[in-house]
């Protein structure tokens, strides 16, 4: 990723993130601060995620 975009991702996703809880969304977020697109970032967060997809891709066959 260009590393002068990078700077602008943060702010626009605590932005969202702001945006689709003002009227009542549900959203899960974990901002870090400014980073790279660097894979330790991303196995860190797919780490985290990987239990709430796998509860997402399964629901239909528990009946959820």
Known sequence: MDPDVEPLCEPMSERLVERVR???GDVTSRLHGA?????PYWERELHAAFPMLVDTATA???GA
């Open 35 to 39: 980073g790279r697109h660097t894979w």
């Open 22 to 24: 003002a009227p009542g």
């Open 60 to 62: 239909d066959r528990r």
